[in-house]
């Protein structure tokens, strides 16, 4: 048992920090407030609980972010998301599509079509195009917190980038016509 | 045909590329057109993605909740009970002194605008100069009688400055004396007036800026108020503004 005060301030350094982060994260994941504070009380309680296991010096946010997942698979939400996602994530590691005329409709996208969009990705594909292009992690951090190898982060970002595409582009044409 | 190249358009946007590919890459973006398509959208969906996504605020009870329920032990009694006090308190020793500076700072700012649009319509003039010429002797007499105040101008001899000559001019209604430097290739306006009390934006706090290209300098010496701008490079501008100084020198 390490000693107590000593580990809850430098948890609290580090942890404390993240937590407008994380709780925007959470809430993008149950897309619930009170589920979302739920997930994130649960998530700081369990990291606090599991600090003695963190090795210093290594990644915090990938680690805690791990917890948070983790945390969020085995909730109701959660396990609903994995009920719900009928993509076989692992397996598409095709290359970016060719451009298409879905890509010129994005210069058309606006703040609204994006949001739009990101909230109909499904879970793994949210999740992962959110770390990579809010949180403006790399490729290996986010390995780390989703415990994947690297191929399998970018051939979700490159799924998660073409649904988008896909859905902001069908949005553009619905409403032009 | 789809260029090879476009399998790591996500690579490239993510800067998850090696030094020596990204540079490739970018060379290639700049001959096909299709890739340089590709990586725009790309750019302005994360732009927007990293936008939007800043979307959810977690409550101040629930970050408080949080912070008790993760804090080392601490005596915070005390703390909650003066924290509205304290807190007023802070924002008024905060809040008082920074507005002032940034009245300040915002008069100032525009006062160097202005000064830099002076010098920009003077280029622009087809006569810049009133009095022309390179000879300082020439051109400080030429204000006499025309300024309530006097000034020194600096022997240039052994600078790369050369003086092209002077004209009047007007700052929130003060007269004053504009001096065309030369440098190279580029021109330099010397403007000074009289230090204002009852014009803050002529009595700012010495400071050298950099907008739009132009470099501005400012002090005020002896009851006077110089202003030093050009496109030069500002050490440039400041080697002039030194000049000036030493030349005030009594």
């Known amino acids: 048992m390490s000693d107590r005060p000593a580990d809850a301030a430098s948890f609290e350094a580090l942890a404390i920090p993240l937590f407008a982060a994380l709780y925007n994260l959470a809430h993008w994941l149950t897309q619930d407030r009170a589920e979302a504070e739920d997930l994130l009380q649960e998530t700081y309680l369990k990291a606090l609980k599991g600090f003695g296991s963190f090795q210093p010096g290594t990644n915090f946010r990938a680690w805690i972010y791990r917890i948070l997942r983790n945390t969020f698979l085995t909730s109701r939400s959660g396990l609903n998301a994995k009920m719900t996602d009928p993509l076989d994530l692992e397996e598409d590691a095709s290359p970016a599509a060719a451009e298409t005329p879905e890509s010129v409709l994005l210069a058309q996208a606006d703040r609204q079509l994006v949001e739009d969009a990101l909230e109909r990705l499904p879970v793994p594909l949210r999740e992962v195009i959110l770390l990579c292009d809010m949180e403006d992690m790399s490729y290996q951090e986010i390995a780390e917190a989703l415990a994947v190898p690297i191929g399998t982060v970018m051939s979700r970002l490159s799924r998660a980038r073409k649904s988008m595409r896909e859905l902001i582009g069908a949005q553009v044409r619905g409403a032009g016509k | ?250």
């Open chain 2, 1 to 250: 045909m789809t260029c090879h190249w476009s399998a790591k358009l996500d690579l490239y946007v993510d800067s998850e590329l090696p030094a020596v590919e990204m540079a490739d890459f970018q060379r290639h973006l700049q001959t096909c057109p299709a890739c340089a398509a590709g990586a725009l959208s790309r750019l302005q969906m994360k732009r927007l993605t990293q936008a939007v996504g800043q979307r959810y605020r977690p409550s101040p009870e629930f970050r408080l909740r949080i912070e008790q329920s993760v804090g080392a032990p601490k005596t915070r009694l005390w703390l909650s009970r003066w924290l509205p006090a304290l807190a007023l308190a802070a924002a008024l020793l905060l809040v008082v002194p920074s507005t002032a500076w940034w009245l300040q700072y915002s008069r100032s700012q525009q006062a160097l605008a202005e000064i830099a649009d002076l010098h920009v319509a003077t280029l622009a003039s087809a006569n810049p100069v009133d009095v022309v010429s390179t000879d300082r002797h020439t051109v400080k007499p030429w204000f006499q009688g025309k300024l309530p105040f006097s000034f020194n101008l600096p022997e240039l001899q052994n600078s790369p400055f050369k003086l092209l000559g002077g004209r009047l001019a007007y700052f929130h209604q003060s007269p004053g004396a504009q001096l065309l430097f030369e440098l190279g290739k580029h021109e330099i306006s010397v403007f000074i007036f009289q230090n204002r009390r009852d014009d803050p934006s002529l009595s700012s706090p010495s400071s050298v800026k950099k907008n739009l290209t132009f470099s501005t300098e400012t002090w005020a010496d002896a009851g006077l108020r110089y202003f030093v701008v050009g496109d030069c490079n500002p050490t440039d501008l400041h080697s002039l503004g030194e000049l000036l100084k030493d030349a005030a020198r009594p």
